[in-house]
């Protein structure tokens, strides 16, 4: 009666020296940042993120449809009752957020694969100030938000725009940095480094009998 066998894929369970040694921890010479350099890469994606939210301001002032408004001389009305145009700046700007939000997660990703939390959590906060800028600036280089003025100086009759506004504002602002952290995980899953794989050690050649040899 021969001795069971030890599947290949495992060390003999009386040779406890044959198990792998276990990964050395990975060093900034393997292409991970320490954490100094991970903080200073995520104030620079925090802050180019910010600053791109002036294009995406000037491009939602650009994109936006205009509510058109007239006046009677006495109050100012929407030309359109069905006010369809309001909906759509809230619509154009989420969608330019959202395209903001995975171009530069894949910005990041391309050029810091290693990234850690720092790195995800910088691209969050940077969307959520580069989408407050943008607003900021697509409602300040907009048409004038005292529209009783504007009315008056037009004329009654005349159709003139409607300041640029976010009717869901909130809502807004999270679209840049969920497309971000979204992107930025499935980038990683897809593309990020991996593990490597344990190697086994061979296996203990067998006797002529189909046993194992005995220490």
């Known amino acids: 009666m021969t001795a069971p066998l030890t599947p290949p894929h495992q060390p003999p369970p009386h040779d406890s020296d044959g198990w792998p040694a276990p990964y050395p921890p990975l060093t900034e010479s393997d292409g991970v940042p320490s954490a100094a350099t991970e903080l200073r890469q995520a104030a620079v994606v925090a802050a ?11 491009l939602w002032l650009w994109l936006a449809p205009r509510v058109p408004l007239i006046s009677d001389g006495k109050a100012v009305f929407l030309r359109h009752s069905e006010g369809e145009s309001a909906i759509g700046a809230d619509g154009t700007f989420v969608l330019l957020a959202l395209g903001f939000g995975a171009v530069a997660a894949g910005l ?27 607003w900021g600036v697509g409602t300040f ?17 005349v159709v003139f725009d409607a300041p640029l506004k976010l009717e869901m504002w909130a809502g807004a602002m999270m679209a840049w940095p969920i497309a971000a952290m979204i992107v ?3 980038l990683t899953a897809l593309f990020g480094p991996r593990d490597p794989e344990p190697e086994w050690p ?14």
């Open 202 to 215: 061979p296996t203990p050649p067998m006797s002529p009998t189909g046993s194992l040899p005995q220490d």
């Open 48 to 58: 180019v993120s910010t600053v791109a939210g002036v294009g995406l301001g000037l």
């Open 141 to 157: 280089l907009g048409p004038t938000h005292d529209v009783v003025a504007h009315a008056k100086a037009v004329g009654p009759s």
């Open 184 to 186: 930025h995980l499935a």
């Open 108 to 134: 990041v990703f391309l050029f810091h694969r290693h990234g850690g939390p720092a790195l995800v959590l910088a691209l969050a906060g940077g969307g959520v100030l580069g989408s407050l800028l943008g």
